[in-house]
């Protein structure tokens, strides 16, 4: 009670005061909007409509204090503030809130959206703050502020008054009759619709419908509850096209780009909603942070609803959602469901596909707004006009051509205000020669997309221009705002003269929001260098000894050497006669071509000869097997090594990792703190291959639990082994009849998908088993045993595993393999089987039936008790294998089949569609990354990060390591790349030497690399790289100067948005809106 008198209390003591003419109510009012009750009892929605008579509070409403801002100092923000930021129950436990660079940044992008507030003007920019400052947080606390704004209605572009006139004449001539009934077409399904079509056809001899809007609002109150909102949505736009029909002295306005986007503006569905465009792999990124940092319920329809504010494509309504992430395809909802949504995020994929539909439809002349006569045709992406745009890593945007897809969908969206999230707006080496000439380049594609009124869009004709008859298109339009970029900046910028800088500056001053990492204290991360050495083997280095000196290469020595590309030249016994000849034709090529290359190195001298021969082996699939487990190996010992000294400082404090994901430690000492964090490595590699053969050694040390992959694949995958690293946990059901796991992802759990095998023993019983029983497999040296059943396992059919790895390889199983099992039951892994009179109650008689039915070659069998009953030798037992499928599928439920035209299927008992979904914990520690899906990611919470090579690029290695040294880090993260290095054996290495022109080169330089923490680069040694941290460019304390015109240097002159003061805050008319 008493929290809804301080409501009450807040609104009357506002009033009273801005009534008062005393000289007091010049007096500034403090409002704590975020910290009262308001929002308990209010939604933001109904803040919006409160409307007061006093001009004092409309004035004091627009600002309200900020006194959660992690400096302590309390600012005076917008209305309503950031609302629902920060305040889950878990972000207030820890007192998360906005850094002041983030309210810094949040001021600049206020006033840029609102530098101009007419229809078409530039409302955005590029949010460009460094990787790792908390971009996400920044961009959906902009998002909250402006929640329920609808966008500007572009104006009209016909002349009412002409349109009255062309009215009054139409209405009394039944020739317009069509014109009429064309504009309520989309109406014709509705059972009134004849009714409408006889009462609005003309001539009208009462004074009915005295002008248009008339005609339209009859239209709408008479047929508001009798067809869907979509139908009205398309009457709707079938006037504005009519309107635009009557004034025909204005279709001047199509023959510019602004024109035509009025005219295809207004007839969209304007919406307060945001769009945020990510990468796919960004996809769990966005719906984790949404979750754990917005109060949903603050933005509900009434208060407590969290329903209806957050849509994530492929999950659905936010509110809902099940975490790790649950993504599946399902279909865009219609542009009326997502109306009502405060944000829609989306990834590529779904960008992509909608540009083919786009592209598809226009082939087939379908309209972008309208698609067919019931509008389900088009897009509901096309046919909105949205309040902002928002692309996450939106340097794709720039990097790529304007045509291509993804970027040529986006930029034909509808939306007031347009954003691009980078941390790094312009890729590529800044070292490199045309790095200027692509960054440029890039920058031009954003501002095309941000539809800059420079050089994004086409300038707005004159009238003689227009009315001459000349046009611009939309590809001509383009053109005209590349050339003129490339004539005001880009050219006079390559060409170092001052005037394309100072306009390169003006642009991006105008445009860009940045804080760069060193204007942010953060945890340093710790750079260091792993090596592990593979030893090339004896024979092959004698090999390659013997070449060099006689001088003479014959067809066995590439078998010998295992010389080649990364084919094995082994033919496959297995292969047909055809196949077989196939890859003795390539061999041979390749044979020809790699003697072509060593004859070439043979002339250049024996250095070069030997080099090269010793390059074609350490290519081999040979050696870089080794080189995999020998990485591998090292990155093994070095988790177990780190697992270890945890458990030595007390263990890790399992809060940490559920932390708010921006609650950086503000007052962080490396002297002081006691790493406790829970152990999280990723292993990272620009190549897919290399990562996938180390994760095949991971998988053979630890259990799977312990291991989770993204890689490219599906979107789903991707965010649910994200969400099970960062959480560790993964949600599933057991499966009641052989308790298997089967996790949810999604899609409903009806069969239950492990595998189980059927095989017999000696005395002929038959009965399924876990592969997880199998103890090996039996080979050809113990097939002379009695009990053994069933065919030998060639030793080389597991390829290089042994056969105790039998149950793992399910690629390698064959019917009729013989093979050992452990039979005990109870079994101190496994449930205890159920007893044969409770199968007999699920129905395992009808199963018996349907067994000799099929002469045991049918899909039919149960989990019964096992046979052994032997307490000796832990009850293992010689079986034959016989069939494997998924349980499921052995216990069929009863159903009639129309193909077969029977009965099939016998159990009766419980399924996985009766159990409820479980949340299990998962010992989650290492991730598998692949480069092209690392950008954007928030690993905050990962201690250790583990390169599978060393990465030259500093932008690179900078965005890769901001991954984890970001905003949200409770502690430095390690970078560790583990180089590889071969070594051949004493006496090779020793004729190397012999033959080397420079005794320096005998031995190959190890590893003594370092890295400067300021801006990635990479050194020879420790010395040059402190001497280059005393004068590097992104050193604070620096005083080097860099080139004038290199775009490093015009970032560098960017300066961070100005801090705000201490209960100040800026401009903020534009947007404000009062209660």
Known sequence: MSNSNDLLDLFLRINEDGDSSSSSSNAPISIRLDSSATLEFLTLHDLYQLHSISKRTFSALKTVEYTRCRDGC????????????????????????????????????????????????????????????????????????????????????????????????????????????????????????????????????????????????????????????????????????????????????????????????????????????????????????????????????????????????????????????????????????????????????????????????????????????????????????????????????GENEAGNDITAFINVLAAERRWVMSGTPTTGDE???????????????????????????????????????????????????????????????????????????????????????????????????????????????????????????????????TIGHRESYHEDPNSSESDRQIQRLIRQRRIHLLGEKISHAQKVGAKTFFDTLLN???????????????????????????????????????????????????????????????????????????????????????????????????????????????????EGKFCPICNGWNEYSGKELSGCKNTLLEVSDAAGNVFLIESERILRAIGKEDRDRADCVGNPVEMNRLGEAPLNKYGISKKAWKVGDALCIDARDPHPLFRARLSEEQWAAYGSARCKELVAIDGGEGVDNYFGPLPCEEETNYGQLMVSLRKWQPCGKFHGKPRWNHLRKKQVGWYTGPTLVHEEIETVKEDVFILALDASLAHGLDLSFVTHLYLLEPIDDAALLEQVTSRAHRLGATGPVTIETVNVWHELDPSTKKFRKQIASNLNDEDQKRTSTAICEHCYRSFDNITLAEEHEIRCDRNPDSSAEVPLFHLSSVYRDLRPPPPMGIGACGDVESDTKCP
């Open 431 to 561: 070292d490199s020669k045309g790095f200027n000439d692509v960054g440029l380049t890039q920058l031009q594609r954003l501002l095309l997309f941000l539809r800059h009124e420079e050089y994004g869009t086409t300038k707005v004709e004159t009238l003689e221009t227009q009315s001459s008859g000349s046009s611009s298109g939309r590809k001509q339009g383009k053109a005209k705002a590349k050339s003129e970029w490339d004539t005001m900046v880009k050219i006079p910028f390559l060409n170092q003269q001052d005037a394309g800088r100072e306009e390169l500056f003006r642009v991006l001053r105008e445009v860009m929001v940045m804080h760069k990492k060193e204007d942010i204290g953060l945890p340093k991360p710790v750079f260091k260098q792993g090596e592990v050495t593979v030893h090339i083997p004896q024979e092959v280095g004698s090999h390659i000894v013997n070449a060099v000196k006689t001088g003479r290469i014959f067809t066995d020595t590439y078998e010998k050497l």
């Open 616 to 730: 074609e082996h350490i290519a081999t699939t040979d050696f870089q097997s080794k080189v995999d487990t020998c990485q591998g190996e090292y990155i093994e010992n070095a988790i177990k090594r780190e697992r270890k000294e945890l458990e030595g400082r007390g263990g890790a404090i399992a809060d940490l990792n559920s932390g708010p994901l921006t609650a950086a430690s503000d007052h962080f000492s490396a002297e002081t703190f006691i790493d406790r964090r829970p152990v999280k490595a990723v292993v990272y590699s620009s190549s897919s291959s290399n990562l996938l053969d180390v994760l095949e050694y991971f998988y053979d040390k630890f259990d799977n639990a312990n291991i989770a992959e993204m890689m490219q694949g599906n979107i789903d995958v991707m965010a649910y082994e994200l969400g099970r690293f960062r959480l560790g946990q993964k």
């Open 74 to 397: 309390d600012y005076a923000v917008p209305f309503p503030a950031y609302p629902g930021i920060l305040c889950t129950e878990s972000d207030r436990k820890l007192g998360a809130g906005l850094f002041t660079h983030q309210l810094a940044s949040l001021a600049a992008m206020r006033k840029a959206e609102n530098n101009s507030v007419t229809f078409g003007s530039l409302r955005g920019g590029i949010l460009g703050d460094a990787p790792g400052l908390g971009k996400t947080i920044t961009m959906l606390s902009l998002i909250v502020n402006t929640a329920g704004l609808r966008p500007v209605e572009p104006k009209e572009f016909y002349d009412k008054q002409t349109i009255d006139e062309h009215w009054k004449l139409m209405r009394v001539n039944p020739v317009f009759r069509t014109e009429i009934l064309k504009s309520i077409k989309p109406l014709r399904e509705s059972s009134s619709y004849d009714e409408l079509a006889r009462f609005v056809s003309p001539p009208y001899t009462d004074d009915r419908f005295p002008t248009l809007p008339s005609f339209e609002r009859h239209v709408n109150r008479n047929m508001a509850n009798k067809v869907p909102r979509a139908q009205l949505e398309l009457f709707r736009r079938n006037v504005i096209n009519f309107k635009a029909g009557l004034d025909k002295r204005n279709r001047r306005l199509f023959c510019n780009d602004k024109g035509k986007r009025i005219v295809f503006e207004r007839n969209l569905v304007p919406c307060s909603t945001t769009l945020i465009i990510v990468p796919d792999a960004l996809l769990e990124h966005w719906a984790e942070q949404i979750r754990r940092h917005v109060k949903l319920d603050v933005f509900g329809d009434f208060p407590g609803s969290d329903a209806g504010v957050v849509y994530i494509d492929g999950v659905g309504d936010l509110s809902s959602a099940r975490f790790p992430l649950n993504h599946r395809t399902m279909d865009l909802p219609s542009l009326f469901e997502l109306v009502n949504y405060l944000m829609v995020v989306v990834p590529f994929s779904r960008i992509k596909q909608q540009y083919y539909l786009r592209k598809r439809r226009r082939k087939e002349d379908v309209d972008d707004v309208t698609g067919g006569d019931n509008g389900t045709e088009s897009s509901p992406l096309l046919q909105m006009r949205w309040f902002r745009i928002v692309v996450d890593e939106g340097h794709e945007l």
